[in-house]
């Protein structure tokens, strides 16, 4: 397997599990990954948080932990990367609203490199106006939004993936073994344990 370099855009509130475990994940495996944050350097932190399934209507939440970038934001350019993550949570929710982020979003589309997105992070998908004729998934609150970006809700279980070319999006953290396997089978990493 050869290493590539990838990078994940993250903010404060972004999910805990949908931060650390791919991160983690994709070092465990021998790739790089650079974390970034818009206004934020390599060193600082952003604070996540827990959402858990326990029977409501909706997720419930709670503080995470610090979790500690390793890269600026402003230097973050499309071409120095093979593959970008995006994390769920509430971060995708205001971070669609910074251009610069948009604009690296599109990039990573455009070059038709690897875009890995989780939950909520279709938000920032459907705001890079990307999802066109594309089949997404996403935490299900999002699925209004991945429809009015053009794309087609991919509705499957809370633990499976979406492969869509350069796409692979999962509705949630339990998706994790599923989302982070297809994301390495579409980065051509693939391992076998």
Same mark, same amino acid.
């Given at each position: 397997?050869?290493?590539?370099?990838?990078?994940?855009?993250?903010?404060?509130?972004?999910?805990?599990?949908?931060?650390?475990?791919?991160?983690?994940?994709?070092?465990?495996?021998?790739?790089?990954?650079?974390?970034?944050?818009?206004?934020?350097?390599?060193?600082?932190?952003?604070?996540?948080?827990?959402?858990?399934?326990? &029977?409501?209507? +909706? !997720?419930?939440?709670?503080?995470?932990?610090?979790?500690?970038?390793?890269?600026?934001?402003? /230097? =973050?350019? $499309?071409?120095?990367?093979?593959?970008?993550?995006?994390?769920?949570?509430?971060?995708?929710?205001?971070?669609?609203?910074?251009?610069?982020?948009?604009?690296?979003?599109?990039?990573?589309?455009?070059?038709?490199?690897?875009?890995?997105?989780?939950?909520?992070?279709?938000?920032?998908?459907?705001?890079?106006?990307?999802?066109?004729?594309?089949?997404?998934?996403?935490?299900?609150?999002?699925?209004?939004?991945?429809?009015? &970006?053009?794309? +087609? !809700?991919?509705?499957?279980?809370?633990?499976?993936?979406?492969?869509?070319?350069?796409?692979? /999006? =999962?509705? $949630?953290?339990?998706?994790?073994?599923?989302?982070?396997?297809?994301?390495?089978?579409?980065?051509?990493?693939?391992?076998?344990?």
């Amino acid at each position: 397997m050869s290493a590539k370099k990838i990078l994940m855009i993250t903010g404060d509130y972004a999910e805990d599990y949908e931060t650390m475990v791919p991160f983690q994940t994709l070092l465990a495996v021998g790739h790089h990954v650079d974390a970034v944050c818009p206004d934020k350097n390599a060193g600082d932190t952003v604070a996540t948080a827990i959402h858990d399934f326990e &029977g409501d209507q +909706t !997720y419930s939440e709670k503080r995470g932990h610090n979790f500690a970038l390793n890269a600026d934001f402003a /230097t =973050a350019r $499309a071409e120095n990367y093979d593959a970008l993550v995006i994390p769920g949570g509430r971060a995708p929710e205001y971070l669609r609203l910074n251009e610069d982020v948009i604009r690296l979003v599109r990039d990573f589309h455009a070059a038709n490199k690897p875009i890995a997105a989780v939950c909520h992070g279709a938000q920032l998908l459907a705001a890079a106006d990307i999802i066109k004729g594309r089949k997404v998934s996403a935490y299900p609150a999002c699925a209004p939004e991945v429809k009015l &970006g053009g794309g +087609t !809700y991919a509705d499957i279980a809370i633990d499976d993936a979406c492969i869509d070319g350069n796409l692979v /999006t =999962a509705p $949630a953290w339990p998706a994790h073994p599923k989302w982070m396997a297809a994301f390495l089978k579409v980065l051509g990493t693939e391992i076998n344990l």
